[in-house]
């Protein structure tokens, strides 16, 4: 009997202890990890310098309410709104709470309230999150969703021309949608909805809580299409598995978010703030993104030459280390086998396998994992004919 609420449908693996690219479950079994959390440690399990700060801080104090000036999150706020070229930091504790943020600025700023979210996105499970998600089976049986949220096809210019209108406070989307299987936005569609934005006084969100802090090669994936957000929202890999949400947004916006307006109690926690920075700092220096676009391209086209002629192999996709495998099989048993052979890989949409590999993952470890995917594809490609 579990004492959980079963939410979660849960894999068989019981995590003793993880270093660096490798967890070890109970049994003593170890695996290689290509789900970093989900796109959470993107500096391997334990890093080193992020612990030691983290561990630093223990030291000094855990928790003091946000009355206080934390100096330490104006710290934080300054690398991240740098990296991102953008002015102003609310923290929260999550993704989801990072998007909350978001949509009640947009309303606030801009006086109205329609927002337009987009078909397969992923933007959290909160009550406004999850009705700004554009997948039905994540609002099955919660009865009636906030009316603030319209959902056109993602990549669809002409649909998304005509929701458009005076009264759309902001559109939110995922330059890369992960949940919904690694969809990369299309350059020109991008481009156009921040146009559409700024002929009607929108908001243009941009949800990098899964693409963000390096995951994609860059800072930030929206700045892969040279994409002027007013507001982006950073979350899962930002504190290396501490807590930690962000939004981040330009400076005008700051007189509507005064005193009273929104907060937390625990948002911008000293312990998680600490793991942020060493986070940024390391992951932001412009030699490391370097090698994760080098190593990053390498693995994507040793992955495309040993499984692109597989017949259940239908395409793969994908920026940086954010990668889907689209197969024709069933998924479930596919990560089921992949776990057995020592490898832990994730499913996004209905058909996707996605790698999520720490960032700091080392050639070795990444052609291990190649050749785990390659064994257990290969095998079900043979009985597939
Ligand atoms: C994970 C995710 C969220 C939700 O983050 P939580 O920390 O689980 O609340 C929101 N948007 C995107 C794109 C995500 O990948």
């Known amino acids: 009997m579990s004492y959980l609420f079963p939410t979660y449908a849960k894999w068989e693996v019981a995590p003793n202890s993880a270093k660096g690219t490798y967890l070890i479950d109970e049994t003593g079994k170890q695996y290689l990890d290509f789900t970093s959390g989900i796109g959470v440690c993107n500096l391997g399990h334990q890093p080193q310098e992020v612990k030691d700060e983290v561990l630093k801080q223990l030291d000094k104090f855990w928790h003091v ?17 740098t990296a991102a070229n953008l002015d102003a930091v609310f923290f929260a504790n999550s993704g989801a709470e990072a998007n909350e943020a978001a949509i009640k600025l947009a309303r606030k700023a801009t006086g109205k309230s329609k927002i337009i979210t987009f078909e397969k996105s992923f933007h959290g499970r909160t009550f406004a999150t999850m009705a700004a998600t554009g997948q039905d089976k994540i609002k099955q049986g919660f009865g009636t969703m906030l009316e603030t949220f319209v959902y056109v096809p993602y990549n669809d210019i002409t649909s998304l021309e005509q929701a458009m209108d005076e009264n759309v406070a902001a559109v939110m989307l995922e330059v890369i949608q992960g949940e919904g ?6 350059e020109e569609f991008l481009h156009e909805v921040e146009k559409l934005c700024k002929k009607f006084q ?3 969100i941009i949800d ?9 090669g860059k800072p930030f994936a929206f ?21 930690i949400g962000a939004m981040v947004g330009k400076a005008y916006l700051k007189e509507f978010f005064g005193p009273g307006s929104h907060g ?8 998680a703030i600490a793991a942020a920075i060493a986070t940024m700092n390391k992951i932001f220096d412009k030699e490391f993104l370097e090698e994760i676009n080098q190593k990053s391209q390498a693995f994507t086209e040793e992955l495309e030459n ?21 197969i024709q099989g069933d998924i479930p048993t596919l990560l089921a086998e992949l776990r057995e052979e020592g490898l832990l890989v994730l499913s996004a949409g209905e058909s996707v396998i996605r790698l999520l590999p720490p960032l700091t993952a080392s050639i070795e470890e ?16 043979l009985t597939a004919i």
Do not use: C
Not at 210 to 216: L, P
């Open 65 to 81: 309410s946000n009355l206080f000036q934390i100096n330490q999150q104006e710290t934080a706020a300054k690398i991240l709104a």
């Open 181 to 186: 299987g690694i969809n990369v936005g299309n």
């Open 202 to 204: 929108a908001l243009l």
């Open 208 to 216: 990098e809580i899964q693409t963000g802090v390096g995951r994609t």
């Open 223 to 243: 700045q892969h299409f040279g994409l002027d957000p007013d507001i982006i929202t950073v979350a899962k890999g930002l504190g290396s598995g501490f807590p």
């Open 264 to 271: 937390s109690t625990f948002g911008g926690n000293p312990v």
């Open 306 to 326: 040993s499984l692109q002629q597989l017949p259940i192999v239908k395409e793969i996709k994908g920026l940086g280390f954010m990668i889907g495998i689209d």
């Open 366 to 381: 990444l052609k291990e994992g190649i050749n785990l995917i390659a064994k257990v594809l290969q095998k079900h490609s």
